[in-house]
T-cell receptor
């Protein structure tokens, strides 16, 4: 079955440490996204990538970094510069076409999420 | 400024009755709206969507209504079932190729359907 795999599901980090969250998809989607969810709040966009070797900042990119070396993979690094990293992190993907709107491109498929706790 | 608002953090309904979840938005440029359902410790799953050129979209027990002049949309679930108990997120986006996947989400409404 096609889907998005995020790992680890739970992660504990000491202050000052960088951590990397993995996101792999086998949906053949071109676009991938990282969202953050805090308790009682909606999802906020951290970074997104629409093609390999290219990515853009979302609304809350400070303290995070990403790479997109392969179509299937979009890892997120939470750096020590992120002031409040404890949150639930969600990776998502969607179809995308470089030229012109594609019906269905608005629909995101999400992974199961990774919960990061800073000790 | 929060562009997508779900003003009811929670909603409780009896099994078999109608559930109505509401969502308001401020950006009139949004032209595509989605509802996602989320269970605890899982990622959201897509439920239903509507384009701004429509005012209603129906899929089985789920119907989404859009009132563009009021910048308001609602999700109706009829009849409600205990398995519908989850957090429901409203999301808004654009029908352009560069922005289609960049949804703006509301804070969610927790629906509890009592047997």
């Amino acid at each position: 079955d096609g889907g998005i795999t995020q790992s680890p599901k739970y992660l504990f980090r000491k202050e000052g440490q960088n951590v990397t969250l993995s996101c792999e998809q086998n949906l053949n989607h071109d676009a991938m996204y990282w969202y953050r969810q805090d308790p009682g709040q909606g999802l906020r966009l951290i970074y997104y990538s629409q093609i390999v070797n290219d990515f853009q900042k979302g609304d809350i990119a400070e303290g995070y970094s990403v790479s997109r070396e392969k179509k299937e993979s979009f890892p997120l690094t939470v750096t020590s510069a992120q002031k409040n990293p404890t949150a639930f992190y969600l990776c998502a993907s969607s179809i995308f076409r470089l030229t012109g709107y594609l019906l269905g491109a608005n629909v995101l498929t999400f992974g199961a999420g990774s919960r990061l706790t800073v000790l | 400024d929060q562009q997508v608002k779900q003003n009811s953090p929670s909603l409780s309904v009896q099994e078999g009755r109608i559930s109505i979840l509401n969502c308001d938005y401020t950006n009139s440029m949004f032209d595509y709206f989605l509802w996602y359902k989320k269970y605890p410790a899982e990622g959201p799953t897509f439920l239903i969507s509507i384009s701004s050129i429509k005012d209603k979209n129906e899929d089985g027990r789920f119907t989404v209504f859009l009132n563009k002049s009021a910048k308001h949309l609602s999700l109706h679930i009829v009849p409600s079932q205990p398995g519908d108990s989850a957090v429901y997120f409203c999301a808004a986006s654009f029908k352009t190729h560069t922005n289609a996947g960049k949804s703006t989400f509301g804070d969610g409404t927790t629906l509890t359907v009592k047997p």
